[in-house]
Protein backbone atom coordinates (compact mmCIF):
# COMPACT_ATOMS: atom_id res chain seq x y z
CA UNK A 1 0.00 0.00 0.00
CA UNK A 2 1.73 3.41 0.48
CA UNK A 3 3.58 4.19 3.81
CA UNK A 4 4.31 7.56 5.01
CA UNK A 5 7.02 8.52 6.70
CA UNK A 6 7.55 11.85 8.65
CA UNK A 7 10.95 13.70 9.83
CA UNK A 8 12.43 17.07 11.05
CA UNK A 9 10.67 17.56 14.22
CA UNK A 10 12.40 18.14 17.51
CA UNK A 11 13.17 20.97 20.16
CA UNK A 12 13.17 24.76 18.88
CA UNK A 13 13.35 27.74 20.93
CA UNK A 14 10.73 30.50 20.31
CA UNK A 15 11.15 32.33 17.26
CA UNK A 16 12.85 29.24 15.50
CA UNK A 17 12.64 27.17 12.34
CA UNK A 18 12.00 23.68 11.94
CA UNK A 19 11.51 21.81 8.64
CA UNK A 20 9.52 18.74 8.66
CA UNK A 21 9.02 16.27 5.57
CA UNK A 22 6.89 13.60 4.59
CA UNK A 23 8.01 11.24 1.76
CA UNK A 24 4.90 8.65 0.68
CA UNK A 25 6.75 5.70 -0.94
CA UNK A 26 4.85 2.67 -2.20
CA UNK A 27 2.43 1.36 -5.16
CA UNK A 28 1.13 4.94 -5.45
CA UNK A 29 -0.47 5.65 -8.77
CA UNK A 30 -1.97 9.01 -7.69
CA UNK A 31 -2.03 11.24 -5.07
CA UNK A 32 -5.14 13.61 -4.38
CA UNK A 33 -4.73 15.08 -0.96
CA UNK A 34 -1.38 15.88 1.15
CA UNK A 35 -2.25 17.39 4.19
CA UNK A 36 -0.24 18.34 7.69
CA UNK A 37 -2.26 17.90 10.93
CA UNK A 38 -1.28 18.59 14.64
CA UNK A 39 -2.49 17.24 17.87
CA UNK A 40 -1.47 18.59 21.18
CA UNK A 41 -1.63 17.06 24.56
CA UNK A 42 -5.34 17.20 25.62
CA UNK A 43 -6.36 18.67 22.23
CA UNK A 44 -8.11 17.05 19.39
CA UNK A 45 -5.86 17.07 15.66
CA UNK A 46 -6.41 20.36 13.85
CA UNK A 47 -5.53 21.31 10.45
CA UNK A 48 -1.85 22.78 9.95
CA UNK A 49 -1.52 22.85 6.46
CA UNK A 50 -3.51 21.04 3.12
CA UNK A 51 -2.57 20.80 -0.53
CA UNK A 52 -5.98 20.04 -2.00
CA UNK A 53 -6.55 18.76 -5.93
CA UNK A 54 -5.67 21.31 -7.88
CA UNK A 55 -2.79 22.98 -5.99
CA UNK A 56 -4.65 24.84 -3.99
CA UNK A 57 -3.44 25.19 -0.64
CA UNK A 58 -4.92 26.48 2.89
CA UNK A 59 -3.72 26.92 6.05
CA UNK A 60 -4.66 27.32 9.64
CA UNK A 61 -5.66 30.52 11.14
CA UNK A 62 -2.81 29.73 13.30
CA UNK A 63 -0.27 29.53 11.26
CA UNK A 64 -0.87 31.57 8.23
CA UNK A 65 1.83 33.58 7.28
CA UNK A 66 4.19 31.62 9.27
CA UNK A 67 3.73 27.95 7.93
CA UNK A 68 4.46 27.23 4.27
CA UNK A 69 3.72 24.12 2.43
CA UNK A 70 5.58 22.75 -0.44
CA UNK A 71 5.53 19.27 -2.13
CA UNK A 72 8.13 17.66 -4.58
CA UNK A 73 5.98 15.49 -7.03
CA UNK A 74 9.04 13.61 -8.58
CA UNK A 75 9.77 12.40 -4.82
CA UNK A 76 6.50 12.08 -3.21
CA UNK A 77 7.63 14.01 -0.80
CA UNK A 78 5.71 17.05 1.13
CA UNK A 79 7.63 19.79 3.37
CA UNK A 80 5.99 21.65 6.01
CA UNK A 81 8.69 25.23 6.78
CA UNK A 82 7.71 26.48 9.88
CA UNK A 83 9.42 30.09 11.07
CA UNK A 84 8.27 32.11 13.61
CA UNK A 85 7.50 29.07 15.97
CA UNK A 86 5.24 29.53 19.58
CA UNK A 87 5.11 27.23 21.92
CA UNK A 88 1.53 27.09 21.38
CA UNK A 89 3.11 25.07 18.44
CA UNK A 90 3.78 22.39 20.44
CA UNK A 91 2.80 18.80 19.59
CA UNK A 92 2.91 16.02 17.28
CA UNK A 93 2.75 16.51 13.48
CA UNK A 94 0.93 14.10 11.47
CA UNK A 95 1.33 13.78 7.90
CA UNK A 96 -1.85 12.61 5.84
CA UNK A 97 -2.29 11.48 2.18
CA UNK A 98 -5.23 10.92 0.07
CA UNK A 99 -4.13 8.31 -3.25
CA UNK A 100 -4.75 5.18 -5.23
CA UNK A 101 -2.49 2.74 -5.45
CA UNK A 102 -2.28 0.34 -8.02
CA UNK A 103 -4.67 -2.19 -8.87
CA UNK A 104 -7.28 -0.52 -7.33
CA UNK A 105 -9.55 2.56 -8.50
CA UNK A 106 -10.52 3.69 -4.76
CA UNK A 107 -8.96 6.55 -2.67
CA UNK A 108 -7.83 5.86 0.61
CA UNK A 109 -6.66 8.01 3.47
CA UNK A 110 -3.14 7.25 5.40
CA UNK A 111 -1.69 8.91 8.01
CA UNK A 112 2.16 8.72 9.34
CA UNK A 113 3.35 7.64 12.46
CA UNK A 114 3.89 11.39 13.36
CA UNK A 115 7.12 13.73 14.58
CA UNK A 116 7.36 15.30 17.84
CA UNK A 117 7.37 19.32 17.74
CA UNK A 118 8.44 21.49 20.80
CA UNK A 119 8.54 24.86 21.28
CA UNK A 120 10.02 26.36 24.62
CA UNK A 121 9.85 29.74 25.61
Known amino acids: QVRLVESGGGLVQLGGSLRLSCAASGSIRSIYYMGWYRQAPGKQRELVAELTSGDNTNYGDSVKGRFTLSRDNAKNTMYLQMNSLKPEDTGVYYC???????????????WGQGTQVTVSS
Open 96 to 110: NVQSTVAGSPLRRDY
